[in-house]
Structures are given as structure tokens and as C-alpha cells.
């Protein structure tokens, strides 16, 4: 097979760049040597057009609205595979066998419970604080509690800290609802699954247990398997940036979780639901199409539009049939705001305004219907999805990590600022 290159003219002069080929998707033009070749820079905000690193983690068309794990349907293993198979699937590179899942079910299992001075860091907080301000600061603190496994030159410590985040985050989250409604902490169950344990550690108190539902707690673990990993998003690449200057595995994460919170990203979630709140009727829908649509209005559609998704997001497939199950579990019936949702989404999918941009729903659209009827609030859901999405951003700091070809990130830049200039003293200005 004849190497692909690309050729670029600058004047009168021509530069070979190699064309590299993944497995699927798009093939990439290596401009690694560009700058020392021709002494320019590309210029791409937003990454729009840029691919910055190798991955055999995740993979997403977004033109059929396609998102494989490790080759893996999302859809499939939604409807097959548990959360924690997917933690290993994505960790690993490979579905687990039985034994292999038990074994990683027990060692996560098994690191659920925090430092107990954990305790005393939470109190410093004020209990109106965003939960998500609270996980970002608790997250990065780890790094604190947990000295040995902040080498990250040794694989051994690597994969503790792997497993530590994946098997705390959980507890670290409900710890953060439990001290916004003023509860007492609870501790972690070994005798129940990943997302039983999370419902457990939110809603039991010391006075009565929470009778975890395994059709609820089911919802949940898909939920958790639906955010799992997303390639290179603006938090995972936060992620990596972060890692690329070997910080510690606890501070990439916080980085993370701190990029996630935005409601361009994961924060939409929650925006979604108070959106939906907010239009409360079918008979308000096209007041606030149209104002999505005037240039003149911030408002946008939450849940709605993704960068990579140009077509219908698989996720939101999958995260409307649980809304609609989770609500005949829960006999909440005709739930106003379900309505609107799938109102919303029949009148935007027809508008031509969406239509001609390939606007669709994504992930978040119909998430906070469901976690709103499990019982979080609205302020808890991007915390959620920071728990979900934890596994996804080790999978990616440790592929990072191992790659012989790792660096530093370092983007530059277009320079518009004043060029060089004297100085001036406070009196001469
Ligand atoms: N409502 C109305 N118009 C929209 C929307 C929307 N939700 N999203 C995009 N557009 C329009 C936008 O105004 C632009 O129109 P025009 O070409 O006339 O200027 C066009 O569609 C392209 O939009 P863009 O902002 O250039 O697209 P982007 O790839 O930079 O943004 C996005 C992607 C997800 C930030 C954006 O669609 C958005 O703000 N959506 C709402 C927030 C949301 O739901 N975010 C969750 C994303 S999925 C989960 C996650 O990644 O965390």
C-alpha cells in the first residue's frame, strides 16, 4: 500500500506530510515537523479540526451517531454489560471473564471506604456550596490522603490509584449530597453492586435503610455506563494536558471534574432539566424555539446540539427508553416534564433551524428526568456524571502515561497583543 501524503504550498516552495491511518474513522496529516519545516503554526480554537493524541479507547461517528468502547456498541453493552464490566472493559482493552469480573468487583468493592479525616475536610465547606465545588476540591485533596499512589512512574502505584478513584468517587459524591442536605455520612455496603451502593450512600439514614429497588438501581448502573467515556472531550483532554505534566493521578482528575462542571459540558445536564422546568407546558415549546434560534438571544436548547453528533447521540436513545421505565417503576405517570422533553424533541427535529445545523438530543437531554425521579437534585447531576465519567478519564491518563510517545502539551498560539515596547514609569503614563 502506497503511503498517503499531504502536500502544502507556501509560495513556491511544496512540504511532504505524511497521512496517518487509524483503524476506522478519518485518516490524520502528521504535522509534527510543520513549525520545524516552515516555521508556521496551525491555528485551530477549539480543536475543531485537530487530533491530539493516539487512543484505542473510544470511538465516535458522529455522522451515523455511532460511540464504540473498545469496539464495543454503547447500545450493546447498555442493554448487556454491567457498569463495572464496563470500568474493566475500558481499563482493561478487553470484556472480563466471570472470575475476572469478580475479582475486580471485590477490589473495588474493597477500596469504597475513604480516610475517616476525609470527614473533617467536607466540614470545612459551607453546606450551601455546589456539590460539584465540593467534589472538585475533595477530589484534588486525595492526592493528600493517598501519598502512595502518587508515583506515577510506578505501574503498581498507577493502578491503585486507578482503582481508588473508580471505587471512591462514588462515596466521595454521596458524602458531598449527604452534607448539602445536612445528613450524617453513610458508609459504604460490600454486600451490594457499584450503583446500589451509590443509592445506598444517598439516600439511607441512620434511622432507616433505603430499600435499594434493583430496577432503579439498574437505571442508575446504565446511567453510569452511559457516561463512562467519551474520547477526547473537553474534560478528558483537560485530563491529559493535566497528566502530560506527569501531575498526580488524584490532580488530573480534579482537573476533570473542574472542566466538566461547565454547562457547555456536563453542567448541561442539569441546565436541561431546569430548561425543561422553565418552558413547564407543551403550549410554551415554540416561544422558546424561536428564541433559540434568534442570534440575538443567548438562550440555546440544552441538551440539544454536541460537536462530534451530527446525528441523533446513542446515548439519548438508550436514556429515553429508561426515563419512560423509570417512571412506570416509580408510577409517576404523565410526568409533565417527560412531555415536554419528547414534545421539544418532535418540534425541534422537524424546525428546518435544527434540521439544516444537525441539531440533535444529546446524552443530557433526558438524564435529569430520571435522576430527578430517583431522588437527586438537580445540582447533584453533573456530580453523577463526574462518577461515571472517572473511569473514562484513568483509562485515558493511563494510556497517556504508558505511551513511549508522550509529551508535554504545549499549544501555541496567534499572537494580536502589542509588540514590544519601552517601559514607562507610574508618573510619565
Ligand atoms: N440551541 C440552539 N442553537 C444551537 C444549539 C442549541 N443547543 N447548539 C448549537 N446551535 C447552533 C449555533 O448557534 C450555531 O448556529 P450558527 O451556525 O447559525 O451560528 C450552530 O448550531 C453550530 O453551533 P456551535 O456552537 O458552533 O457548535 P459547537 O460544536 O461549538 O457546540 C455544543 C456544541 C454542545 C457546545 C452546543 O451544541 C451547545 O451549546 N449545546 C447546548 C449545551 C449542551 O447540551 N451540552 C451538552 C453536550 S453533550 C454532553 C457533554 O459533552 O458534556
Known sequence: MTEK??????????????????????????????????????YDPGFTSTAACDSSITYID????????????????????????????????????????????????????????????????????HPMAVMTGVVGAMAAFYHDSTDITDPQQREIASIRMIAKMPTIAAMAYKYSVGQPFVYPRNDLDYASNFLHMCFSVP???????PEIARAMDLIFTLHADHEQNA????????????????????????????????????????MLRQIGTVERIPEFIARAKDKNDPFRLMG??????????????????????????????????LQVAKELERIALEDEYFVDRKLYPNV????????NA?????????????????????????????DPQKKIGRPRQLYNGSPAREYQSIDAR
Open 364 to 371: 443530557d437531554f433526558y438524564s435529569g428526568i430520571i435522576l
Open 374 to 402: 430517583i431522588g437527586f437534585p438537580t445540582s447533584m447531576f453533573t456530580v453523577l456524571f463526574a462518577v461515571a465519567r472517572t473511569v473514562g478519564w484513568i483509562a485515558q491518563w493511563k494510556e497517556m502515561i504508558a
Open 207 to 213: 434511622a432507616e435503610q433505603y430499600e435499594v429497588s
Open 62 to 129: 458522529g455522522d451515523k451517531g455511532e460511540l464504540l468502547y473498545r469496539g464495543y456498541p454503547i447500545d450493546q453493552l447498555a442493554e448487556k454489560s454491567s457498569y463495572t464490566e464496563v470500568c474493566y472493559l475500558l481499563l482493561y482493552g478487553e470484556l472480563p471473564t466471570k472470575a475476572q469480573l469478580a475479582e475486580f468487583d471485590d477490589l473495588v468493592t474493597r477500596h469504597t471506604m475513604v480516610h475517616e479525616q476525609m470527614h473533617y475536610f467536607f466540614r470545612g465547606f459551607r453546606r450551601d456550596a
Open 235 to 274: 474534560s478528558t483532554s483537560t485530563v491529559r494536558l493535566s497528566g502530560s505534566s506527569d501531575a498526580n493521578p488524584f490532580a488530573c482528575i480534579a482537573a476533570g471534574v473542574a472542566c466538566l462542571w461547565g454547562p457547555a459540558h456536563g453542567g448541561a445536564n442539569e441546565a436541561a432539566l431546569n
Open 5 to 42: 501524503v499531504a502536500k502544502l504550498t507556501l509560495g513556491d516552495q511544496t512540504f511532504d506530510f505524511p497521512v496517518l491511518q487509524g483503524s476506522v474513522g478519518p485518516d490524520v496529516i502528521d504535522i509534527r515537523s510543520l513549525y520545524a519545516k516552515t516555521g508556521l503554526f496551525t
Open 304 to 337: 440539544f446540539g454536541h460537536r462530534v453528533y451530527k446525528n441523533y447521540d446513542p446515548r439519548a436513545k438508550v436514556m429515553q427508553e429508561t426515563a419512560k421505565k423509570v417512571l412506570d417503576i416509580l408510577g409517576v405517570e404523565n410526568n409533565p416534564t
